[in-house]
Nanobody
Framework: QVQLVESGGGLVQAGGSLRLSCAAS????????MGWFRQAPGKEREFVAA????????YYTNSVKGRFTISRDKAKNTVDLQMNSLKPEDTAVYYC????????????????WGQGTQVTVSS
């Protein structure tokens, strides 16, 4: 059974940094893309970043390019999201997700989800 467990959320001032981590278990993810999504109150869940588990190729939504970095550690089976220069508009619940096949930015195309971790950026 696949499990994705996020950690690392919290409260930070604007301009600060946080590092989220997603611990993945339950299967081999070699053919998977791992993604980070976020959902703010009253808004739809949106794509933030993704990484190919085998290739390491990364993808970002425009609003986080240059500020966020996604990475994976094959030995630890973790996917991290380093978030720098945080802004109040980054406030959301952040979710880790996994899908097999090609990278996608639509949340409904992901097969597995974590429970989410809250990130709050104060101004």
């Amino acid at each position: 059974q696949v499990q994705l467990v996020e950690s690392g959320g919290g409260l930070v001032q604007a301009g600060g940094s946080l590092r989220l981590s997603c611990a993945a278990s339950g299967r081999t993810f070699s053919s998977y893309y791992m993604g980070w999504f976020r959902q703010a109150p009253g808004k739809e869940r949106e794509f933030v970043a993704a990484i190919g588990w085998s290739s390491g190729t990364t993808y970002y939504t425009n609003s986080v390019k240059g500020r966020f970095t996604i990475s994976r550690d094959k030995a630890k089976n973790t996917v991290d999201l380093q978030m720098n220069s945080l802004k109040p508009e980054d406030t959301a619940v952040y979710y880790c997700a996994a899908r097999s096949g090609f990278v996608r930015s639509d949340p409904w195309q992901y097969d597995y989800w974590g429970q989410g971790t809250q990130v709050t950026v104060s101004s």
